[in-house]
C-alpha cells in the first residue's frame, strides 16, 4: 500500500529565498510522481509531473527531483514570491491500483514580503 | 479549452439527506476520478470511472455511488449524510497519459 509523507507541514520564508519541499513515498516501483498547488479552498493545479524514466523536471522557478531508491522527491523553489503562498500537494500512484493518487497532506508554504 | 468543471461551487445540506455532484472532464479525457478532502488534509481516493463503469474504488462505504455518462461526465451520489461527509469533493479528468487534471471542487457543509 502506499504511503506518502511530506516535510515540512508549514514553512514560513522571506520574500527571494530558494527553498526545497520533500516527498517521501513507500512503494518505489511507481510510474511517475506529480506534483501540485492548492490555494485556500480552491482545487490543484498540476505543476510538474515527472516519469520514472526522468531525474528531473523543470518549469519556470520550480524543478523538481525524483529518485526512486531511496522512495524521494522533492521541489525545488528559486526565488520565492508572495504569490508562491499556498499548499503544495505531492502524489504518487498505489501501483495495486495504478490510476488511483495516494497524496501527502501537504505543505503549507507562506512567502513574507 | 476548458478544463475540468465542477458544479455546484458550495453547497449545504442537512444530516440524512442525499446530494448529487457533477463533473465534466477536460476535453479529450475519458477518465475521471472523485476524492474527497477533509479540511488540511490531502485528498483522498473514492472511485474512478471509466467506459461508464466503475473500474477502482477507495475505502468510502456504499453511501457514495456514481454515475459516468456516454459523454464522459460524471456525478457523485452521497446518500443519508453524516457531518464528517463534510468536505471538498474534487474530480480528475485523464486519457491515456497518466497525468491528471483536477477541477475547481465542491465544497459541501452537512449540518
Known amino acids: 500500500k502506499q504511503e506518502v509523507t511530506q516535510i515540512p507541514a508549514a514553512l514560513s520564508v522571506p520574500e527571494g529565498e530558494n527553498l526545497v519541499l520533500n516527498c517521501s513515498f513507500t512503494?518505489?516501483?511507481?510510474?511517475?510522481l506529480q506534483w501540485f498547488r492548492q490555494d485556500p479552498g480552491k482545487g490543484l493545479t498540476s505543476l510538474l509531473l515527472?516519469?520514472?524514466?526522468?531525474r528531473e523536471q523543470t518549469s519556470g522557478r520550480l524543478n523538481a527531483s525524483l529518485d526512486k531508491s531511496s522512495g524521494r522527491s522533492t521541489l525545488y523553489i528559486a526565488a520565492s514570491q508572495p504569490g508562491d503562498s499556498a499548499t503544495y500537494l505531492c502524489?504518487?500512484?498505489?501501483?495495486?491500483?495504478?490510476?488511483?493518487?495516494?497524496f501527502g497532506a501537504g505543505t503549507i508554504l507562506r512567502v513574507k514580503s | 479549452d476548458a478544463g475540468v468543471t465542477q458544479s455546484p461551487t458550495h453547497l449545504i445540506k442537512t444530516r440524512g439527506q442525499q446530494v448529487t455532484l457533477r463533473c465534466s472532464p477536460k476535453?479529450?479525457?475519458?477518465?475521471v476520478s472523485w476524492y474527497q478532502q477533509a479540511l488540511g488534509q490531502g485528498p483522498q481516493f473514492i472511485f474512478q470511472?471509466?467506459?461508464?463503469?466503475?473500474?477502482q474504488r477507495g475505502n468510502f462505504p456504499d453511501r457514495f455511488s456514481g454515475h459516468q455518462f456516454p459523454n464522459y461526465s460524471s456525478e457523485l451520489n452521497v446518500n443519508a449524510l453524516l457531518l464528517g461527509d463534510s468536505a471538498l469533493y474534487l474530480c480528475?479528468?485523464?486519457?491515456?497519459?497518466?497525468?491528471?487534471?483536477f477541477g475547481p471542487g465542491t465544497r459541501l457543509t452537512v449540518t
Open positions: 480528475a479528468s485523464r486519457s491515456q497519459g497518466y497525468e491528471q487534471y
Open positions: 512503494d518505489s516501483a511507481i510510474y511517475n
Open positions: 515527472i516519469q520514472s524514466s526522468q
Open positions: 502524489a504518487a500512484p498505489d501501483m495495486e491500483y495504478g490510476n488511483k493518487l495516494v
Open positions: 476535453s479529450g479525457h475519458d477518465t
Open positions: 470511472y471509466y467506459e461508464e463503469e466503475e473500474r
